[in-house]
């Protein structure tokens, strides 16, 4: 398995554009989470689906931020309109959906950079 | 708000040298987890642990689960500078299913 696959790996762009991140999920796991990470907060769980239903978004920011997952195998994190604070490392990662696994395989990442 | 505090923020050793890693909790966590990070790379999980006073031994490595479940320690043995990471604990628990709660992390760095 090519595990979790995350794109593009590197994004900058300037405030206000909108911007698109990517995540395949490994095949078969039921459940997808996006993490942000940064030096001074670490590592925060943003939104999580189950079954490609969001399950828990209270950690999305505010309504610039919005995540859809259209099947099972694709997912996107959506920041609209973009802000030098959102420069993070965004994470997708995904779980087989056991009960009590909670056992999280991350991708590599997706470093962004809003100037 | 579960929270997980790690301790040392940093560490900085030479190689050969013991080291442990603590991750303290208020709250009682139904398993705990540690993941090690290397730049550029996500993190990857190195153990689970479950039962409160659960010891587990990854080859140098040795993760405990405190008896209430609410604390942990990862200690490296003869560190070597390939154990060089941000090593990650995070807990499991509350009410949302899948919801860890991950600690700020300890950089550790292996000096040859």
């Known amino acids: 398995d090519a595990g979790v696959i995350q794109s593009p790996r590197h994004e900058v762009t300037e405030m206000g554009q909108e911007v698109t991140l990517r995540c395949k999920p490994i095949?078969?796991?039921?459940?997808l989470f996006w993490y942000r990470q940064t030096m001074m907060r670490g590592l925060e769980l943003l939104i999580y689906f189950n079954n490609n239903v969001p399950i828990d978004d209270s950690g999305m920011p505010e309504d610039r931020f919005s995540a859809k997952m259209p099947n099972a195998s694709f997912s996107t994190l959506k920041i609209q309109p973009s802000e030098p604070r959102d420069s993070a490392v965004y994470f997708c990662?995904?779980?087989?959906?056991?009960?009590?696994?909670?056992?999280?395989?991350f991708g590599a990442g997706s470093r962004l950079t809003v100037l | 708000t579960q929270l997980l505090e790690q301790s040392p923020q940093f560490l900085s050793i030479q190689e050969g040298e013991n080291l442990t890693v603590y991750c303290n909790s208020s709250?009682?966590?139904?398993?705990l987890q540690w993941y090690r990070q290397e730049p550029g790379e996500g993190p990857v999980l190195l153990v689970t642990?479950?039962?409160?006073?659960e010891v587990k031994k990854l080859k140098r490595l040795t993760f405990q689960f405190g008896d209430a479940r609410k604390d942990s320690s990862l200690h490296i043995t003869a560190a070597q500078p390939g154990d060089t990471g941000l090593y990650l604990c995070?807990?499991?628990?509350?009410?949302?299913?899948?919801?860890?709660?991950f600690g700020q992390g300890t950089i550790l760095t292996v000096h040859p």
């Open positions: 709250s009682v966590f139904s398993s």
């Open positions: 095949s078969g796991h039921n459940s």
């Open positions: 642990v479950v039962t409160g006073g």
């Open positions: 990662a995904s779980s087989p959906d056991r009960a009590g696994a909670n056992v999280l395989t």
């Open positions: 995070a807990g499991a628990g509350g009410t949302s299913y899948g919801k860890l709660t």
